[in-house]
């Protein structure tokens, strides 16, 4: 099975600041990669598929790399409303979820 | 736009059985793959069951043998038929639709409760 090692468990930063999140695949995964948003009592939100392709409607300070088999969604500039908890999925076998990242304001 | 609505769900005893549905809506329901995935209270999304349009599935290994996945194009429906049931089943359930390259399009979720 394919695990996917996501970093850090949290994250605490001010607004207007860089923020990046990354996932460790354990094997060779291509494109397949995929990361979500979620706020407290909704359903997931997707925002990059492909690794790298921005979904309709997600604000471009959101961007996803790859490099090799790690995986990073940053957030250029950070607002209010990016607070929760973000996810990567990796679909090139089953699908296999990260642990999460809860990102916080300072 | 795209619609997943989940119903079905409610509290249950250890070793009883549920039958989840997910109507389907806005897109044509018998081209896409579909996923359930659940998520504990607390925890991270775990993916339970895919089939494809063409009606062939996977399980996760927690969920082999107990839990059954099956679909109606002609209702534009997703079921899971869950048995066996134990307390760490206890999640959300989530109909979702597959867009590869890790896309997935979620509905809101129903709740399933396993306990005495």
């Known amino acids: 099975d394919i695990q996917m090692t996501q970093s850090p468990a949290s994250l605490s930063a001010s607004l207007e600041e860089i923020v990046t999140i990354t996932c460790q695949a354990s094997?060779?995964?291509?494109?397949?990669l995929a990361w979500y948003q979620q706020k407290p009592g909704k359903s997931p939100q997707l925002l990059i598929y492909?690794?790298?392709s921005l979904v309709d409607g997600v604000p471009s300070r959101f961007s996803g790399s790859r490099s090799g088999t790690q995986y990073s969604l940053k957030i250029s500039r950070l607002q209010v409303e990016d607070i929760g908890i973000y996810y990567c999925?990796?679909?090139?076998?089953?699908?296999?979820f990260g642990s999460g990242t809860k990102l916080e304001i300072k | 736009a795209v619609q997943l609505v989940e119903s079905g769900g409610g509290l249950v005893q250890p070793g009883k059985s549920l039958k989840l549905s997910c109507s389907a809506s806005?897109?044509?329901?018998?081209?896409?793959?579909m996923h359930w995935i659940r998520q504990a209270p607390g925890k991270g999304p775990d993916w339970v069951a895919y089939?494809?349009?063409?009606?062939?599935?996977v399980y996760a290994d927690a969920v082999k043998e107990r839990f059954t996945i099956s679909r109606d194009n002609a209702e534009n429906t997703l079921y899971l038929q869950l048995n066996s049931l134990k307390s760490e089943d206890t999640a959300i359930y989530y109909c979702?639709?597959?867009?590869?390259?890790?896309?997935?399009?979620w509905g809101q979720g129903v709740m399933v409760t396993v306990s005495s």
């Open positions: 979702a639709r597959s867009l590869g390259l890790g896309g997935v399009d």
């Open positions: 806005g897109f044509t329901f018998r081209s896409y793959g």
């Open positions: 089939i494809s349009s063409n009606s062939g599935t």
């Open positions: 094997q060779d995964i291509g494109n397949w």
């Open positions: 492909g690794a790298t």
């Open positions: 999925l990796q679909a090139y076998s089953g699908l296999t």
